[in-house]
């Protein structure tokens, strides 16, 4: 089966920058659409970055210009940089995999903006 993990997460400050990364294994990556959704306690999730097969990406207008989405099919690993790190961006972010109906998520890794 599919399996995704993240890490990169932790304790930054406002104005800081962190990497997330996000590494899938039991799938045939390249075909694979790629997201990063966030999640904080009593919200729904809702997404943030995408990056299709083909390299397309789409941001929420919440992190337009301070976030980016890439990816390196040989690693089968889609990152997320994360600049000028506001204390509304602290959530849990989780990475999503999506071809045709087959859908996967990750367990999630905490980001948390804070001084």
């Known amino acids: 089966q599919v399996q995704l993990v993240e890490s990169g997460g932790g304790l930054v400050q406002p104005g800081g920058s962190l990497r997330l990364s996000c590494v899938a294994s039991g799938s045939f990556f390249y075909l694979d659409n790629m997201g990063w959704f966030r999640q904080t306690p009593g919200k729904q999730r809702e997404l943030v970055a995408t990056?299709?097969?083909?390299?397309?990406?789409d941001y929420a207008d919440s992190v337009k210009g301070r976030f980016t989405v890439s990816r390196v099919n040989a690693k089968s690993t889609v990152y997320l940089q994360m600049d000028s790190l506001k204390p509304e961006d602290t959530a849990v972010y989780y990475c999503k995999r999506w071809y045709g109906p087959s859908v996967s998520w990750g367990q999630g890794t905490q980001v948390t903006v804070s001084s």
């Open positions: 990056i299709t097969s083909g390299g397309s990406t």
